[in-house]
Nanobody, 118 residues
Framework: QVQLVESGGGSVQAGGSQRLSCKVTGITIGSYYMAWFRQAPGEEREGVAF???????TYRGPVKGRATISKNNAENTLYLQMNNLKPEDTAVYYCAAKRGLSINYDYWGQGTQVTVAS
């Protein structure tokens, strides 16, 4: 019943930009902690950006200054704007949601591939 569907991935040249979307159904994202994660081949899944019910955002070091997380509560959609993309940004990007302060996220999307060419 709950679905998180990512879109906007694809191939881009280094230095380019990408805007990912996560359309959510089954829950109201205004009541949830939302996040973007990514996983590159052979690497652990890592958090990228986070936004709480209040709209407060946080970012992990590798994307600070290059990424912006936002949401449209009316559209129940989460976004990730990434600029000045680097080859090391190549990964599958996942949208996730959780109700409380647990480290575990309750819902995950299937992911969207972002490939940054050198």
């Amino acid at each position: 019943q709950v679905q998180l569907v990512e879109s906007g991935g694809g191939s881009v040249q280094a230095g380019g930009s990408q805007r990912l979307s996560c359309k959510v159904t089954g829950i109201t994202i205004g009541s949830y902690y939302m996040a973007w994660f990514r996983q590159a081949p052979g690497e652990e899944r890592e958090g990228v950006a986070f936004i709480g019910p209040s709209g407060v955002t946080t970012y992990r070091g590798p994307v600070k200054g290059r990424a912006t997380i936002s949401k449209n509560n009316a559209e129940n959609t989460l976004y990730l704007q990434m600029n000045n993309l680097k080859p090391e940004d190549t990964a599958v990007y996942y949208c996730a949601a959780k109700r409380g302060l647990s480290i575990n996220y309750d819902y995950w999307g299937q992911g969207t591939q972002v490939t940054v060419a050198s």
